[in-house]
């Protein structure tokens, strides 16, 4: 089993910033894409940022320039480092990975969700 444990939410001002990571555990082979999801009240789940294993992250257009996405390949963490935030991005926040157990049995896991609140 793979289990997604993420941490770092909280309330911030407009203009500051977070981190959050999302720890992934179990019995896991490889992990080919860990992705960052957000859902607002009201609001479908969107997804904010994506990193593969090779390196490669993509990003919703709202974020780009603001947000990074990052990886520690050996801790099977990944991060999203959240600059310059905004009321529109009050949202909870889920991680997901996309990999193989061992066996080769794919997965696709989401974690419990952070809140992230931005208010003035």
């Known amino acids: 089993q793979v289990q997604l444990v993420e941490s770092g939410g909280g309330l911030v001002q407009p203009g500051g910033s977070l981190r959050l990571s999302c720890a992934a555990s179990?019995?896991?082979?490889?992990?080919?894409?860990m992705d960052w999801y957000r859902q607002a009240p009201g609001k479908q789940r969107e997804l904010v940022a994506t990193?593969?294993?090779?390196?490669?992250?993509r990003y919703t257009d709202s974020v780009k320039g603001r947000f990074t996405i990052s990886r520690d390949n050996a801790k099977h963490t990944v991060y999203l480092q959240m600059n310059s935030l905004k009321p529109e991005d009050t949202a909870a926040y889920y991680c997901?990975?996309?990999?193989?157990?061992?066996?080769?049995?794919?997965?696709?896991?989401w974690g419990q969700g952070t809140q992230v609140t931005v208010s003035s």
């Open positions: 990193s593969t294993s090779g390196g490669g992250s």
């Open positions: 179990g019995t896991i082979f490889s992990i080919n894409a």
């Open positions: 997901n990975a996309d990999g193989l157990m061992y066996g080769r049995r794919a997965f696709s896991t």
